[in-house]
């Protein structure tokens, strides 16, 4: 799927209607959420586009597939739409991690899992109690 990110804007979100497609016809919610990572875990990641405070800053799914230009909480965002438009409620945590000098947001899904805290890895709850949960914010709340 890593060739996604080397098309034209129309073709991404072609390709990214497809993945919310791939993933309804799942059932397992392990599955689905790997489908999410597997497809966001390939984008081009660059320095911070987005400032994590500051939602007004933040992209709608489809600007930021037209832009392409992605950093790690773009790619939270992007994982968290997905979810979101595949009727997968989910929530974007704004968490700090003071051990390691991190800020960033990372995806709840079913108060059991957690994406893009660790790369490629689907983390359950257990890695909250490690960071400070600075903001709690429900994706249907940025939908547009």
Not at 42 to 53: A, I, L, M, S
Not at 126 to 144: F, P
Request: net charge negative.
């Amino acid at each position: 799927m890593d060739e996604v990110w080397q098309l034209p804007p129309r073709q991404r979100i072609q390709r990214w209607r497809e993945l919310r497609k791939r993933i309804c016809e799942l059932s397992n919610i392990l599955e689905q959420l790997q489908v999410v990572l597997d497809f966001w875990n390939t984008t081009p990641v660059g320095v911070r586009k987005v400032d994590p405070y500051d939602e007004s800053t933040w992209s709608t799914p489809w600007e930021m597939l037209h832009q392409n230009d992605y950093d790690e909480n773009v790619v939270a965002l992007g994982m968290a739409y997905t979810l979101h438009y595949s009727n997968i409620a989910c929530r974007l945590l704004l968490v700090q991690d003071v051990e390691k000098s991190d800020i960033k947001l990372i995806v709840l899904v079913d108060n059991k899992y957690i994406l893009n805290y660790t790369y490629n890895v689907i983390d359950t709850t257990d890695i909250v109690d490690e960071v400070d949960i600075l903001k709690d914010i429900d994706v249907s709340t940025l939908s547009k």
